[in-house]
T-cell receptor, first 112, second 113 residues
Framework: SQKIEQNSEALNIQEGKTATLTCNYT??????LQWYRQDPGRGPVFLLLIRENEKEKRKERLKVTFDTTLKQSLFHITASQPADSATYLC???????????FGGGTRLMVKP | SAVISQKPSRDICQRGTSLTIQCQVD?????MFWYRQQPGQSLTLIAT?????????ESGFVIDKFPISRPNLTFSTLTVSNMSPEDSSIYLC??????????FGSGTRLTVV
C-alpha cells in the first residue's frame, strides 16, 4: 500500500543551524512533491513544489531535493530562526487528478 | 494566491446533530477539496467537489455522512451529519492555485460532546 513517512519525533535545533527534514515514500510515482508549513490551529501554508524531473529547488532560506530513485525528499531550512518553529508536511501529487496525499508531518523546534 | 474564508472557525456540538462548514474563495476554481485532520494526525482527503457534479468521496467517507454542496465556482459547504465524538477533528477546505501549490482555509475545529 502507498505510504508517506516523515519523522514523527520533533526535531530540535539551535538557532542559526540548518534544519533538515526527511520525507520518504513507497508505492508511489508522484509527478510532484510539495512542502507545507502548519502552525497550531491554522491550515497548512504552501512553501515549495518540486517536480519529478527536478533535483533541487530553492526559495530564500529553503531548499528542497527530490530523489525519485531513493523515493525521498529532503527539506532544508538554512540559518534557522525561532520563527521557523512549526510542523512541516510533505505531500505527494499527480497520480490521481489533483489529489494530494500528505505525510504525518515533522515538528521543528528552533531554540534561541 | 487564492484567499479562502472558512467558517465557523470552531464549534462544540451535541452528538446526533449536524454542522455545516462553509468555504468562500475569492476567485473561481474548478475543484475544491475537503480534508479532515484528527488530533495529532496529518490531513486525510474526504472528497473533491466540482461545480455542477456530485462530489467524489475517498475510501472510508460517504455522502450520507459528509454531504457536500458546490453551487458555484467560488463556494462550497461540507456537512458533518449525525455527529459522534469520533467526528471531533479539524476540517479544512483547499483549492489548487495555478498548478503551484494549494491554498487552505484556516480550518474548523469541531468538538462533539
Amino acid at each position: 500500500s502507498q505510504k508517506i513517512e516523515q519523522n514523527s519525533e520533533a526535531l530540535n535545533i539551535q538557532e542559526g543551524k540548518t534544519a533538515t527534514l526527511t520525507c520518504n515514500y513507497t508505492n508511489y510515482s508522484p509527478a510532484y512533491l510539495q512542502w507545507y508549513r502548519q502552525d497550531p490551529g491554522r491550515g497548512p501554508v504552501f512553501l515549495l513544489l518540486i517536480r519529478e524531473n527536478e533535483k533541487e529547488k530553492r526559495k530564500e532560506r529553503l531548499k528542497v531535493t527530490f530523489d525519485t530513485t531513493l523515493k525521498q525528499s529532503l527539506f532544508h531550512i538554512t540559518a534557522s530562526q525561532p520563527a521557523d518553529s512549526a510542523t512541516y508536511l510533505c505531500a505527494l501529487g499527480g497520480n490521481a487528478g489533483n489529489m494530494l496525499t500528505f505525510g504525518g508531518g515533522t515538528r521543528l523546534m528552533v531554540k534561541p | 494566491s487564492a484567499v479562502i474564508s472558512q467558517k465557523p472557525s470552531r464549534d462544540i456540538c451535541q452528538r446526533g446533530t449536524s454542522l455545516t462548514i462553509q468555504c468562500q474563495v475569492d476567485s473561481q476554481v474548478t475543484m475544491m477539496f475537503w480534508y479532515r485532520q484528527q488530533p495529532g494526525q496529518s490531513l486525510t482527503l474526504i472528497a473533491t467537489a466540482n461545480q455542477g457534479s456530485e462530489a467524489t468521496y475517498e475510501s472510508g467517507f460517504v455522502i450520507d455522512k459528509f454531504p457536500i454542496s458546490r453551487p458555484n465556482l467560488t463556494f462550497s459547504t461540507l456537512t458533518v451529519s449525525n455527529m459522534s465524538p469520533e467526528d471531533s477533528s479539524i476540517y479544512l477546505c483547499s483549492v489548487e492555485h495555478n498548478g503551484d501549490g494549494y491554498t487552505f482555509g484556516s480550518g474548523t475545529r469541531l468538538t462533539v460532546v
